[in-house]
C-alpha cells in the first residue's frame, strides 16, 4: 500500500468482494449521464483491480495512485494512467493531488483498505475531503471491521492472532469499527451517505478451526452469537464501504477519552395513558417521600389526549421543585404498549432502570433499597418484593379514590430462575435493571407482544446478567377487579404470547444462575420419585385386573358341570386329607400363584377326562360348564 511499498496486495476484482461492492455503490449513487471525461482518483491503487469497471461501469477516466512500483507499473501495462506517490503530510498530499488532476473535473475518488495502513491517516482524508469539495466528488472508502466476531470471540477467550494480511494484517497501524470510521471521517469533513459492506460469515480470522468458540455446534459459540447479534449488524461484516460527501468538520476529540459519566443511581419509566389521575397523584406523592433522592422520572404519556396530557403536567408542575426538575414527560403516540418502554429507556440516564406504573406504590425506601443492594452486585437485575393487593376504584365525594378488598399477599420473597420459566413472579415495581444491557447489548423489548413484555425482558435480561434478590418488601402492586390488563386481552393472547417467550427462551443457551444445577435435580429427583408412584400404581392396577381375571377362571373351572361330575375322581385324594377346591382359598394368591392354580386345574386327570363333554357341548351349542 502507499505506507509501505515493499508490500504488495494482489487481489482480483469478484463482484462480491470490497471491488464489487465499491463499483456497485458509485453506480447507484453517480450520474455518469452528466459527467462524461471525468475523472476518478483511486488513492492506494495497489494493482488497480477496479480500473477496467471504473471506465466500462462507471464511465470515468480511472487515475491510479500508489507507492507500489510493482502494481503501477501492471497498471500502465494496462494502459491507465498512473502515479506514484508516498503519502506524508496533508498538505503535500493536496497538492500533489492538485497537480494529478490539473483543470480536469474530478468525479469521484476512492482508497481502498489504505486508511487503516496510515498512521496520519486523519490528515490525508482532510487533504481528500477539501479535494471532493472542490470539485463536489463523491468519496468512497473502505476499511476492515475490527469488529467482525471471529476476531472478537477469540479475543474473549484470550486469543489473537496477526497475519501477513486481512482483518489483523501485521501492517495496520489503526483499526476501526463503524462508529470510529464515521467519526474520523466527520472530523475530516466527509459525511457519510451510503453503505455496502463486505459481509462474510468466516473471516480470514476464522483459525484454527478445533477452537471451540469457531465450532459451529458449540454451545458457547451459540451464546456469544446470540449475545453479539443482538448488539449491532456488524458481526459479520468483513469490510466497511461507504460513500461519502463534503461536509463541514466537526471539531473536538478524534478519540473517545476514559471517564466516568455523573449519572444518577436510578431512572424511573413510568407508562400511563393518564386515566386515573388520582392514582398518578398518589404515586408522586410516594415518590416525593422517598429517602434516597438520587433517581429521575420520564414520564411516558401513551396515546394521550389533549385533556389528559394537560392533566398530567398540571400533577408534574405540583409536585416539589426538587421533584419537578428531576420529572419529565414523554409523549408517545403510536406503537402498542411495549413501545412506551423502549422510548423511555433509551432516555434513560441512570445507572439502573426501573418500570412504575402509574398505579401502583412505591415505599419511601424502594429507591434505596435498590441502591443498597446494588452496592455488592453492580451490574446484576435487581429485585426487591412487592405485596399484591387487590383493589377497587370508588368515589369520595366526587372524587375517585381506590379501595383495598381483602388482604394483601406478598410474591416470592427471592428470585428463581426455574420458577419464572412457567410464568412471571416479579411485577414491575420490584426490579431495577442495568442500563448496560440495554444501552450496550442492545436488548430492547419485544414490541411484538401484546402482553407479557415484561416477563420476556426480565428471562432474557436474567439469563444474562444475573439477579440479585433482598427480601424486603419495597411497595404494593395493585391488581384491579375491573379495567385490568388481563380482562383488557383475551386468553388466547395471553397464551400464545406465553408460549412464545417460552419458544424463545428454549431455541437458544441460557445462563443459569449459581444454585440452579441444585434446583434442577431436586426437581428431577422430585419427577423421578412421581414417575415410579405412578408405575406402581399402573402395576397394581394391572395385577389386581390379572387377578380378577384369574380369579373367574378358576371360579369358571371348579363350579363347572364337568368339574363336579369329575368329583369322584378325586375322592382317592379327598380320603388322603385333601380338600375339595373353593374360591374362598385362593383370594390371597399372587398373579404367579393364580396362573399355577390355573395350569394345575387344567392339567388335572379329572379336567382332561371330561374334555369330551365339553368337545360335544360345544358342538350342539351347549354352554361348555
Not at 75 to 80: A, N
Not at 275 to 292: M, P, W
Amino acid at each position: 500500500m502507499i505506507t509501505n511499498p515493499f508490500n504488495e496486495y494482489k487481489n482480483e476484482y469478484a463482484f462480491d468482494n470490497v471491488y464489487g461492492h465499491l463499483i456497485e455503490i458509485l453506480k447507484r449513487n453517480l450520474d455518469t449521464s452528466t459527467q462524461s471525461g471525468a475523472v476518478h482518483l483511486d488513492i492506494g491503487c495497489g494493482y488497480g483491480a477496479i480500473a477496467e469497471h471504473i471506465t466500462g461501469e462507471v464511465g470515468r477516466i480511472y487515475v491510479g495512485i500508489d507507492a507500489n512500483k510493482s502494481g503501477l507499473k501492471s497498471l500502465k501495462d494496462r494502459g491507465f494512467e498512473t502515479h506514484e506517490h508516498f503519502l506524508e503530510s496533508q498538505e503535500g498530499a493536496l497538492s500533489f493531488f492538485e497537480r494529478v488532476i490539473g483543470d480536469r473535473k474530478l468525479g469521484s475518488i476512492s482508497m481502498l483498505d489504505t486508511l487503516e495502513h496510515l498512521p496520519n491517516g486523519l490528515s490525508i482524508l482532510k487533504a481528500i475531503a477539501t479535494l471532493a469539495s472542490k470539485h463536489r466528488a463523491m468519496v468512497a472508502i473502505s476499511v476492515p471491521n475490527i469488529q467482525h466476531r471471529d476476531i472478537g470471540f477469540k479475543l474473549a477467550l484470550g486469543s489473537i492472532a496477526y497475519t501477513d494480511a486481512g482483518l489483523l494484517d501485521h501492517t495496520h497501524v489503526m483499526m476501526y469499527d463503524y462508529d470510529h470510521l464515521d467519526r474520523v471521517l466527520r472530523h475530516a469533513g466527509l459525511r457519510i451517505c451510503d453503505q455496502n459492506h463486505v459481509r462474510v460469515n468466516h473471516s480470514d480470522q476464522f483459525f484454527p478451526r478445533d477452537h471451540p468458540v469457531l465450532q459451529s455446534a458449540t454451545t458457547i459459540r451459540a451464546f456469544l452469537k446470540y449475545i453479539r447479534a443482538g448488539v449491532n449488524d456488524q458481526d459479520q461484516i468483513n469490510q466497511f464501504v461507504v460513500a461519502a460527501l463534503p461536509c463541514e468538520p466537526i471539531t473536538g476529540p478524534t478519540f473517545e477519552t476514559v471517564h466516568d459519566v455523573d449519572r444518577p443511581f436510578l431512572s424511573i419509566v413510568t407508562r400511563t395513558q393518564g386515566k386515573r389521575i388520582h392514582t398518578l397523584v398518589e404515586y408522586f406523592t410516594c415518590l416525593a417521600g422517598q429517602v434516597c433522592r438520587d433517581f429521575e422520572v420520564f414520564v411516558v404519556g401513551h396515546r394521550l389526549s389533549l385533556e389528559r396530557q394537560i392533566a398530567i403536567e398540571q400533577v408534574i408542575e405540583d409536585l416539589p421543585l426538587w421533584l419537578k426538575d428531576k420529572t419529565k414527560l414523554i409523549r408517545v403516540d403510536h406503537g402498542n404498549r411495549t413501545h412506551p418502554l423502549n422510548v423511555g429507556f433509551a432516555q434513560a440516564n441512570g445507572r439502573y432502570i426501573a418500570i412504575h406504573d402509574d398505579d401502583d406504590i412505591p415505599m419511601g425506601h424502594w429507591v434505596d433499597s435498590f441502591r443498597k443492594l446494588a452496592i455488592d452486585n453492580d451490574g446484576a437485575l435487581l429485585r426487591c418484593v412487592s405485596s399484591l393487593q387487590n383493589v377497587e376504584t370508588v368515589s369520595i365525594r366526587g372524587r375517585d379514590g381506590v379501595r383495598s378488598i381483602g388482604k394483601a399477599a406478598p410474591y416470592p420473597s427471592e428470585f428463581d430462575f426455574i420458577q419464572h420459566l412457567s410464568g412471571n413472579y416479579s411485577p414491575n415495581n420490584t426490579l431495577a435493571f442495568p442500563r448496560g444491557v440495554f444501552h450496550h447489548l442492545n436488548m430492547r423489548f419485544d414490541e411484538s407482544l401484546t402482553t407479557t413484555e415484561d416477563w420476556d425482558y426480565i428471562m432474557r435480561v436474567a439469563s444474562v446478567v444475573g439477579v440479585a434478590s433482598s427480601p424486603e418488601i419495597t411497595g404494593t402492586y395493585q391488581w384491579w377487579e375491573t379495567g385490568n390488563s388481563r380482562a383488557m386481552h383475551t386468553d388466547n393472547e395471553w397464551t400464545l404470547n406465553m408460549a412464545w417467550i417460552q419458544e424463545k427462551l428454549d431455541s437458544r443457551p441460557i445462563l443459569i444462575p449459581a444454585g440452579t444445577v441444585r434446583k434442577i435435580l431436586s426437581l428431577w429427583e422430585r419427577a423421578e420419585h412421581v414417575n415410579f408412584l405412578r408405575s406402581e400404581i399402573d402395576r397394581n392396577r394391572n395385577e389386581a385386573v390379572d387377578q380378577q381375571n384369574l380369579l373367574r377362571e378358576i371360579d369358571d373351572i371348579i363350579n363347572s358341570t364337568s368339574w363336579k361330575l369329575s368329583a369322584p375322581m378325586r375322592w382317592p385324594k379327598r380320603m388322603l386329607g385333601a380338600r375339595s377346591s373353593r374360591l374362598t382359598d385362593y383370594l390371597g394368591l399372587s398373579v404367579q400363584q393364580l396362573q399355577e392354580t390355573r395350569r394345575r386345574l387344567l392339567s388335572s386327570r379329572s379336567w382332561r377326562a371330561t374334555r369330551p363333554m365339553r368337545a360335544v357341548a360345544r358342538l350342539f351349542k351347549v354352554p361348555p360348564n
